[in-house]
């Protein structure tokens, strides 16, 4: 009896996890690359510490996509690793070394995102989850000086 339970506990873990064998996964480029994927994985390895000090989205209709800017306190940006869920409409965004500052507004009048999540996982990672109101394709990238994780959302 003691194995049937270990073996459903490896079962439902497996059920659960990511299969990177079928994410793309790409590192954050410092500049638009105008490449729009529908899901995977994203990552910034070279980070500072660093605070969330506000989050941002502009949409001109001339563009063709909304952008959702995450504003950094300093130059550099923090560790950074993301995942697009095409299935559940969502973007879960780990940064560490990182919290968010006290006073933080929340996204208004936005196209794209129906709800912007920040969780505090310890003092020193925060997950943020962007929920959209569709399936959607995006850009990501980071920019310095100062620091910021720019999404680009379109249909």
Do not use: C
């Amino acid at each position: 009896m003691k194995y049937l339970w270990i073996l459903v506990g490896i079962i439902s873990f497996s059920a659960l996890a990511q299969n990177l064998n079928d994410e793309r996964i790409w590192k954050l480029a410092s500049r638009k690359k105008a490449i729009y994927l529908s899901h995977g994985i994203f990552h910034l390895n070279q980070g500072t510490k660093s605070s969330i000090t506000g989050i941002r989205s502009s949409n001109v209709a001339d563009r063709g996509y909304e952008r959702v800017v995450i504003d950094f306190a300093g130059a550099n940006a923090p560790k950074i690793y993301g995942h697009i869920n095409e299935g559940s409409k969502k973007i879960s965004v780990d940064f560490f070394d990182t919290n968010v500052a006290p006073q933080i507004s929340s996204l208004k009048n936005t196209k794209n995102v129906k709800a912007v999540d920040f969780l505090a996982i310890d003092q020193n990672q925060v997950t943020m989850e962007l929920q959209l109101k569709s399936k959607l394709t995006f850009d990501v990238f980071y920019l310095e000086n100062p620091a910021r994780l720019v999404i680009d959302i379109r249909p």
